[in-house]
């Protein structure tokens, strides 16, 4: 099993900065790929960006240009900075890790409890 926890979020004004940070524990030896998503209320969750152990970076149409994820492998952790928020990014953004790329689209199998983002106008 795989423990994500979560930090970071808060509130925040347009056009203003926040990372987010999430530590893996556990059988970290399964996870590829770690990742961000995002839920907000009414809408479906959607991948903000993810990252191999490699170091490749994917990153979700909305977010291009304005967050950036990165990874150290030697403390699994996965980090999100965001810039250049929106009202629109306000969510809950999930720290998610699954053991291939395909997965971290399809078939998450280890989430984080999720921490909030929200951005005011």
């Known amino acids: 099993q795989v423990q994500l926890v979560e930090s970071g979020g808060g509130l925040v004004q347009t056009g203003g900065t926040l990372g987010l940070s999430c530590a893996a524990s556990g059988s970290t030896a399964s996870i590829y790929v770690m990742g961000w998503y995002r839920q907000a209320p009414g809408k479906q969750r959607e991948l903000v960006a993810a990252?191999?152990?490699?170091?490749?970076?994917n990153y979700g149409n909305s977010v291009k240009g304005r967050f950036t994820i990165s990874r150290d492998n030697a403390k699994n952790t996965v980090y999100l900075q965001m810039n250049s928020l929106k009202p629109a990014d306000t969510a809950v953004y999930y720290c998610a890790a699954a053991s291939s790329l395909v997965r971290i689209y399809t078939d998450v199998r280890y989430w984080g409890q999720g921490t909030q983002v929200t951005v005011s106008s």
């Open positions: 990252i191999t152990s490699g170091g490749t970076p």
